[in-house]
Each structure stands twice: as structure tokens, then as C-alpha cells.
């Protein structure tokens, strides 16, 4: 799908204090010497948010996007590396920690329905996190009925179930939900992937002047790079939870310069025949192999396989991340 509405700009300052810091994470999933020979499910991915930043995750199903933003949530438990909210550590963040945060960070996922309670009215599932931090009954159901409004829904949605409204407006609900506790930093985790376009756009607008009303940091996770184009002011691209470029969004979407990106952006739809009918010409002539096609192997660069640029310098040594451009690029070659 194409958003063909402009990215919003980046945030004038930049404090030196990220508001979050992911630094060489790492994460297995299993036990024992069989989930050990397998490749890492994240493996040592380092990025930065900055206050009022939105930073967008993009990558094929399987590529480790997910995993990171449960890391982050402390839904997932990290194998290696550290993970930092406004400068303290909370990688390995007990619960009572956990709990303390979890009116800072919040979360809104692809499916509204596994946030919203079936047998709860909109009122009563929007106020909950209101009153687990003690907010008096009556004023929570005030700021469920203000949240509400401002995410386009009338007042007197409190009272319905979430049974009685369409798929973009119940994730409008759990937008409302995600951010009635005033957070600073949203995970969005695939949040409008299941909408069709009209209210995918609606959804990102919406998301997009809350952010810049609150000075919210999201990070976006999602598979079509054209989604977090429109939101995001800087993109880190992974495959197989590998970073393989990272950089300024118009840098990374516009010019890229890693052979998956390219690719990524190729396969990428468009709602003009004749563009679509080019970027499909384009993908072809690239010459990059299917997902389907290849297994994972260990060692060197993760995309070798399915790469037209591959050497043997490829499947034995992995490529750091250097400076290509306007991005940080993870290829031997780019």
C-alpha cells in the first residue's frame, strides 16, 4: 500500500539524552544446544529515539521487528545488550519497575481486539489503567469521554462495546487507550497493517498530530516501508534480526543503498499502473532471490544468499555498519 502523503519533519532539537537507547540487543529464543545453532532472533541491534522522534522498524515477517518491541515493552526477555529509557538501564526491569513504567510506555498492536476487553464497554476499558494509578472514578470516565473525542469518536462511545464499532474505529480506540495515561514513547506494532488504505491514512494523520500535539516518541514497527515513510523522520531496516541499513527516511526510502532496501522499496505498491508496472521491471532485473528460496545459515551476512552482489567475502566475514551516503549501511559492497 502507498500513503502519498509527505513525511512530517524531524523535531528542531535534539536533546543529548535519547528518551530510548537499544544498544547490541540480543535475543534467543528456546533452550539448549538446538535454539542455540540457530541464528538469534535479534542480533545485536543498536538505535536511538529521541524525544518527539518517530523511529520506524521495517522488515519482512520473521525479521525480528516484533521482538524488539516486546523487548522494549518487557514482554520479551533479552538474551545480550542493554536497553535504556531516558538514560536508566531497564533491560532486565522487574515488576514493580515495570509497573511504575507503564504509564510512560505504552503500546498499540495490529489487532485492537487483544487490548480491548470483548464483555468491557469502551468507558471501562479506556479508564482502567486510570484507575489502577489511582484516578477517582469519575474523572477517569471524563478522560475516557476527552480521549475519545480527540481521536474522532463521539462522547458517548463510552458506553458501547467494542463489538459496535468498524476495525479502524476500534483501533482508534486503542490509540485512545495507548495514550489516555499521557506516555512518552507509543511502540506501534504493525497498528494499521489490518485497516484498508482510506482508514490506514486516517489512522497515521491521527497518530501523526498526537505526536506532534504531545511531543510523543513512537517506534513504528511495520512491513510495507511505504507506511513508515509517511510517519517516521528515520528508518532502521532489519532482515533476520540483522540491521541492514539505518538512516534519515527520505535517505533511506528515496536512495537506498542495501540490496535488500532496494528491494524492499521495489516490492512496495503504488496506485499508479504505469510506476507499479516500473518497480516491477525494476525488481526483476535486480536479480535478489525470494525468502522462500534460501534457508538461514549462520555466519557472514545474513542476505548472501538471496543477494546478486554476494562474494565469498560475504558468507565469512558479517559487514559492520559504514557510513554510505546519508545512511549507515551493513553491505561489503553498497
Not at 151 to 180: K, N, T, W
Not at 193 to 206: E, G, I, P, R, Y
Amino acid at each position: 500500500m502507498s500513503i502519498e502523503t509527505p513525511a512530517r519533519q524531524a523535531p528542531a532539537a535534539v536533546l543529548a539524552t535519547p528518551i530510548l537507547e537499544v544498544k547490541d540487543l540480543v535475543v534467543w529464543y528456546g533452550r539448549g544446544r538446538k535454539a542455540a545453532a540457530a541464528p538469534a532472533a535479534v542480533d545485536r541491534v543498536s538505535f536511538t529515539i529521541q524525544p518527539g522522534e518517530t523511529v520506524g522498524l521495517v522488515g519482512e515477517s520473521g525479521s525480528g521487528k516484533s521482538t524488539i518491541g516486546k523487548a522494549i515493552l518487557g514482554l520479551q526477555k533479552v538474551s545480550a545488550g542493554s536497553i535504556s529509557y531516558q538514560g536508566k538501564d531497564i533491560t532486565h526491569a522487574g515488576s514493580g519497575r515495570r509497573r511504575a513504567l507503564g504509564s510512560e510506555l505504552r503500546a498499540v498492536f495490529q489487532d485492537p481486539n487483544s487490548s480491548l476487553n470483548p464483555r468491557q464497554t469502551v468507558g471501562a476499558s479506556l479508564a482502567e489503567p486510570l484507575r489502577i494509578r489511582g484516578v477517582a472514578a469519575p474523572d477517569a470516565r471524563d478522560r475516557a469521554e476527552a480521549m475519545l473525542e480527540r481521536v474522532g469518536l463521539p462522547r458517548e462511545a463510552v458506553d458501547r462495546y467494542p463489538s459496535q464499532f468498524s476495525g479502524g474505529q476500534r483501533q482508534r480506540i486503542a490509540v485512545a487507550r495507548a495514550l489516555i495515561c499521557e506516555p512518552s514513547l507509543v511502540v506501534c506494532d504493525e497498528a494499521v497493517s489490518a485497516l484498508d488504505l482510506s482508514t490506514q491514512a486516517q489512522v497515521l494523520n491521527l497518530l501523526a498530530d498526537l505526536r506532534d500535539e504531545r511531543g510523543l516518541s513512537y517506534l513504528f514497527i511495520a512491513h510495507d516501508i511505504s507506511v513508515v515513510q509517511f510517519l517516521a523522520q528515520r528508518v532502521v531496516v532489519l532482515y533476520r534480526g540483522q540491521v541492514m541499513e539505518s538512516g534519515p527516511a527520505a535517505a533511506v526510502t528515496e536512495d537506498p543503498k542495501h540490496p535488500f532496501t532496494q528491494a524492499l522499496v521495489a516490492a512496495s505498491p503504488v496506485p499508479r499502473p504505469a510506476e507499479q508496472a516500473e518497480r516491477r521491471t525494476l525488481r526483476e532485473s535486480m536479480g535478489v532471490r525470494t525468502a522462500s528460496s534460501v534457508s538461514a545459515t549462520p555466519g557472514g551476512c545474513p542476505f548472501r544468499q538471496r543477494c546478486p552482489l554476494a562474494t565469498e567475502l560475504c558468507a565469512t566475514e558479517r559487514p559492520a555498519l559504514r557510513v554510505v551516503g546519508g545512511s549507515d549501511v551493513a553491505c561489503h559492497y553498497a
